[in-house]
């Protein structure tokens, strides 16, 4: 497939379209969709994607890259080109809970999620059935606040030995260190079950119960150090009401956090998302 | 009009639904509607809401609360008898921003808000020529931190001197004083421009905007002395994305402000709402 | 467990609520939640949904009924009890999109759906593996347009020896005789993939893209002999827009779908849909 | 002001973007956000929506057009330039129904709507106060099924009179002729009262209601020959239940009818949608 994206940000100023859709046609490169935005015309960050076919692109990606890099150069460009061919490789990270991991399983299944499932991780082995069940590595690795730097070190070992790209925590609810937050930057996607920055930290379903909201969500974000605050991709909500006990919140939630990062796995993998000041661009 | 509604909370046992209906049929009373929720078949709390026609309403209902006061007693029942030919009065508290008020007027003019705006007070003089023109006393009553009391014992003056039943903060940007509240219980809706308890307190939308989120929202609440911690009564959102700045979050927000208040009023209205425990139940 | 429901639908009059409640109360039994509606005070039609803890009831649900049928015939009265703990049996016919069935599989797996899912029947083999998998009984049924009559008898002979209660077409793509119809009156809950009365009929997604809509939906509804004008039980929509294209709606439609039948078939168990002049009641 | 927009459409090919940028690099023209989208890479339509500030824009307007048409020729391309400095100006058409206008009315005050709204025309006098209140003309022009003929010949010579650019049907409830049509092509904006294509013609609420629909919708669309068919440019949707008649169905269509077609209004001055093969694409 000769199906090619690239991703960039730089500080604004005229001609930079110019300069990159030229080299982009001087290597016969058809733009398929490309979204642009800048914070401020003034002074502002301008930030691009763009999907293109470029015919033999495999063979000539490399040489391209090497001439990319001086226009980067001139724009202070920080860049990334990334071929759909190169499936990327996910583990997936679950404790006991499994409508997240499930939701993930499906789309893939149902080849609606582009990624290679490489290996989950659990701290239970819940999961072990149904992920052997579909020829995915399971490994349990213990994990809790006594063992964390233990588990991490495994963890971390094997996500070297997939050769891993990125991690979804599908409601893994053990806390990561700020080592394993930093040997994975920007590639560690979590689903929080609240509408951040509402009921950050833990038993957010109880919490909206008890204050009486009549709106239950779920963030998805990247992993930061500070719990809960790193850059938002996707959140949604769904209507609740007085009716509603702890339980049925988490059912209606369970939903949510599902579709939520669904969505936000999908836009990571076909390289939609920016991270920017601590917000994300999703184009 | 023979249109009546009762609401009732009370310890949660059987016989409660029976004795009210029973009381009802005597008095040829048909119910219309009615909706009736516990918070726990053991030990819980029994709410109910019930609205009916009773020919001759008018005449007997001095007669029909004094009788009912037995059967409530008998089941240590809150209650409340409301009869629709009461119109409810309102007073509208409002600053610089018209949007909610206007919303209001709106929908009162189109008569869809059944109740008596009675007056209209605010520290601003932006909304006296749209009120005097719907021939709606304003009254002009400067308040800012420092002349509080002053400001608060004029309102209350107004208050009583107009019999208001009830006060909408729409978009009014003081605090109100514990006494002030005290004087009018559960009887203040406020909006607030967040989905609450996310961005308590001011500037909500810039925290917004730097916070990434991807949704915005507005949350209608009664005022208690804790800010921005009363009651819930409804809720809504809106999505938003990196494209959008300050300025179009304070739009898109205006637009959901106006709607949840607006709800939320209607609701009050129409004895719709019961308040337990720092939470609404909404019939 | 003591959890009893009743539904009723009469010529509204005074005196109806009075009469079930005394009824009630006069079996120990406690209204645990109760709606309640008319369409017109005067000459329209009632109707109730009443759900309730009656100590004993599996020993005196025979006499109950007995006595409580005439109540109903003072009042000319449609009515039902059913007793929580006789758990409906379900049948799930499907075809060759498996989404619907794996998300009531799902749902019933993590104890959200209370029903006993008896069997599944298909014209194809692809659910048989994940079906059996969960020892559920499948069927091969071939079925098209020349042998309808054929399949349908066979349909019809499963039906009666698993004793079902009701059926859910997940997506079941073959169109249902008259006489299939009315041997399972209300009985036959279809998902169409459609916001109906929109696309009725065949290909709505094709139909959907080619209209340019800014919407997609899904709707869940009884399934009657005119094609998808049965009685409406839920709908629901997603947002599309012009980059979408035929596949990509339907993906999107896909969760809509799963969840809008899910929710449908959740209420049918729950016995919360009362069907009246091809429209649904649903407390 | 210097802000610009260029909106482009063509068969797709490699080269089109690095030809209009270039192009606006050589006027100095900052790209502040730009949209493209391609229905297919091979033989699809190219669009695209470029937002620019270019210094002394108003000044070399002219040089640029005519720069830019050589480019266009090579591509053949269908392009149009707008200035935000040109106000567009609307003709709003209105018959007794006021919420849509004075959604619209509103949106203008608060400058949220930037068009010169330069008349408003009227088959009846309700909306005359209002909009003479705010220094708008209003022109009471009859119009119904036998003088339909008449009465256009007026409004287009007010149309021309005033060099409208569009004109909104604000719930204008008369048929247009298919001369009125060609004279405004893709310059007539209606608000029809369902989502689109449920309920096309009239009385869609009533209908809704009959047929016991879980949601009610609106639908904005350009104006075409084929009643309710034209391109759509924006829907939404609320949800109703069983307890909604005819007259709440209304009032909840009101909110939604007004919300869908100030979005659509707004997206039109803005220069967001192209239409093609009747749908839109709206950037």
């Given at each position: 497939?000769?199906?090619?994206?690239?991703?960039?940000?730089?500080?604004?100023?005229?001609?930079?379209?110019?300069?990159?859709?030229?080299?982009?046609?001087?290597?016969?490169?058809?733009?398929?969709?490309?979204?642009?935005?800048?914070?401020?015309?003034?002074?502002?960050?301008?930030?691009?994607?763009?999907?293109?076919?470029?015919?033999?692109?495999?063979?000539?990606?490399?040489?391209?890259?090497?001439?990319?890099?001086?226009?980067?150069?001139?724009?202070?460009?920080?860049?990334?080109?990334?071929?759909?061919?190169?499936?990327?490789?996910?583990?997936?990270?679950?404790?006991?809970?499994?409508?997240?991991?499930?939701?993930?399983?499906?789309?893939?299944?149902?080849?609606?999620?582009?990624?290679?499932?490489?290996?989950?991780?659990?701290?239970?082995?819940?999961?072990?059935?149904?992920?052997?069940?579909?020829?995915?590595?399971?490994?349990?690795?213990?994990?809790?606040?006594?063992?964390?730097?233990?588990?991490?070190?495994?963890?971390?070992?094997?996500?070297?030995?997939?050769?891993?790209?990125?991690?979804?925590?599908?409601?893994?609810?053990?806390?990561?260190?700020?080592?394993?937050?930093?040997?994975?930057p920007n590639k560690i996607i979590n689903i929080h079950h609240s509408f951040l920055p509402a009921f950050v930290g833990a038993r957010p379903y109880e919490r909206a119960f008890?204050?009486?909201?009549?709106?239950?969500?779920?963030?998805?974000?990247?992993?930061?150090?500070?719990?809960?605050?790193?850059?938002?991709?996707?959140?949604?909500?769904?209507?609740?009401?007085?009716?509603?006990?702890?339980?049925?919140?988490?059912?209606?939630?369970?939903?949510?956090?599902?579709?939520?990062?669904?969505?936000?796995?999908?836009?990571?993998?076909?390289?939609?998302?920016?991270?920017?000041?601590?917000?994300?661009?999703?184009?």
């Amino acid at each position: 497939k000769n199906r090619g994206r690239l991703l960039v940000s730089c500080p604004d100023q005229p001609g930079i379209v110019s300069a990159i859709s030229r080299f982009l046609f001087s290597h016969n490169a058809n733009i398929i969709e490309s979204s642009q935005y800048s914070t401020n015309p003034e002074e502002g960050t301008f930030f691009i994607r763009i999907e293109f076919e470029c015919p033999g692109l495999k063979e000539k990606a490399k040489e391209m890259e090497k001439q990319f890099a001086e226009i980067a150069e001139n724009f202070s460009m920080e860049w990334k080109f990334t071929h759909v061919y190169n499936i990327k490789k996910a583990a997936i990270f679950v404790s006991k809970e499994l409508h997240c991991l499930l939701e993930l399983l499906w789309e893939w299944q149902s080849g609606d999620l582009m990624a290679d499932i490489a290996l989950v991780v659990s701290n239970h082995e819940n999961a072990r059935e149904v992920v052997e069940g579909l020829n995915i590595p399971f490994f349990y690795v213990p994990a809790n606040k006594e063992i964390r730097q233990q588990a991490e070190t495994e963890q971390l070992k094997l996500l070297k030995e997939y050769e891993i790209d990125f991690v979804v925590l599908a409601r893994y609810m053990q806390i990561l260190t700020p080592n394993f937050i930093k040997e994975n930057p920007n590639k560690i996607i979590n689903i929080h079950h609240s509408f951040l920055p509402a009921f950050v930290g833990a038993r957010p379903y109880e919490r909206a119960f008890d204050r009486g909201v009549k709106l239950i969500g779920a963030t998805s974000h990247y992993v930061t150090n500070d719990l809960d605050e790193g850059p938002i991709i996707e959140q949604d909500i769904s209507r609740v009401g007085h009716h509603d006990n702890v339980d049925s919140l988490k059912k209606i939630g369970r939903r949510i956090e599902r579709s939520v990062l669904a969505r936000a796995v999908k836009w990571h993998i076909e390289d939609r998302i920016i991270i920017h000041q601590n917000k994300t661009i999703v184009f």
